[in-house]
């Protein structure tokens, strides 16, 4: 028994002096993600539900959004964007997710059937959503946009990666802007 308590202190003492290296539990639950759960490959429905609940019907602001997020089961990862995005990952296939006060995205390797699944999401998400002309997907890098309007004004986009090692990543964005979008013009 004395054993026991010998290392019972002996855990707390150690974990003690980590928390007061100021690692949080975030920093302990990042720590055993497999890598290959950071940027997963999802399938082609995990990833448009996690745009439809985060992004499309998910909180506008980040503070609710990191809520809803946790709740899920999702950690923020330490380093925040320029614009104050967080990018949260979850131990499994789900997509992992930014946010932030301009909009949200999720993002995944690439796998067979997304496009057609992402093209499917945002006719019947999106009915008004009108395509972005060929000539302002290549100046932005994207891949598919779409012009929305109505409740909800912004951009809805994909864009491809191709990451090191001939793996490419597949994200789906929802940028938001506070009336309607002038872009599909010429310029």
Request: charged share 20%.
């Amino acid at each position: 028994m004395k054993a026991a308590l010998l290392l019972a202190a002996l855990t707390v003492a150690l974990a003690a002096g980590c928390g007061s290296q100021g690692l949080g539990p975030d920093a302990y639950e990042l720590a055993n993600i497999r890598g290959s759960n950071i940027v997963p490959k999802s399938s082609p429905t995990a990833f448009v539900k996690a745009f439809d609940k985060f992004c499309a019907k998910g909180p506008r602001d980040p503070q609710s959004a990191d809520r809803l997020l946790r709740a899920s089961s999702y950690v923020p990862l330490p380093r925040k964007a320029r614009n104050d995005g967080r990018i949260y990952v979850v131990d499994d296939k789900r997509p992992a997710v930014g946010v932030s006060s301009q909009g949200c995205m999720v993002q995944t390797y690439s796998r067979t059937g997304q496009t057609a699944r992402v093209r499917r999401y945002v006719a019947a998400n999106f009915p008004s959503a009108a395509p972005v002309s060929a000539n302002l997907l290549a100046r932005h890098k994207l891949e598919q946009a779409w012009v929305i309007s109505g409740d909800q004004h912004g951009i809805v986009a994909t864009r491809r990666t191709l990451d090191g090692g001939n793996h490419s990543s597949y994200t789906l964005l929802l940028y938001r802007t506070n009336g309607p979008v002038q872009w599909n013009s010429p310029q």
